[in-house]
């Protein structure tokens, strides 16, 4: 699918405020709300636009602890499968392959680091992770700071 300006506006558009209407998207970018939905709807079926997703403050839930795990797996052959069994796991807000001594970053909330420590303990390393260093969040404004840019 070819992401042409028009495209790209939406996209930025979106990554703003996903609550946004066609028509506000419309009327910001001087086409009509046809054009919006049907460009909307091609870029989700491509797969560009894979969902929509709200933004939670996570403290105001009780979950005052964010950290990044890194690890290990204890098979290297078995890294796409402990990926997927990661996901699947209470808290875990990302995770991802990486370079390095460490093969998987993992960011997590908890309400403590002392619960944290029990989800690594009783979740993560049974699924066959090792080599375990966890690196804490001091603050973090938002998940996303701000929309990508496109080229």
């Not at 619960?115 to 699924?127: A, D, G, N």
Request: zero cysteines; a positive charge.
């Amino acid at each position: 699918m070819k992401i042409d300006n028009i495209n790209k506006q939406i996209l930025f558009i979106l990554q703003k405020d996903a609550r946004i209407t066609f028509k506000e998207i419309a009327t910001e970018l001087k086409r009509s709300e046809t054009t919006i939905r049907d460009r909307i709807k091609a870029m989700e079926r491509a797969g560009i636009i894979q969902g929509y997703t709200a933004l939670i403050d996570k403290t105001a839930l009780g979950l005052n602890f964010f950290a990044m795990i890194l690890a290990n797996p204890v098979s290297s052959s078995e890294l796409d499968i402990i990926t997927e069994k990661i996901k699947k796991i209470k808290n875990v807000l990302r995770v991802y392959q990486i370079s390095g001594n460490k093969r998987l970053a993992i960011f997590m909330v908890a309400p403590s680091y002392k619960e944290l420590k029990e989800i690594i303990r009783l979740q993560l390393i049974p699924i066959g992770l090792k080599d375990e260093e966890i690196v804490t969040v001091l603050e973090a404004d938002r998940e996303f700071i701000s929309p990508l840019e496109i080229p």
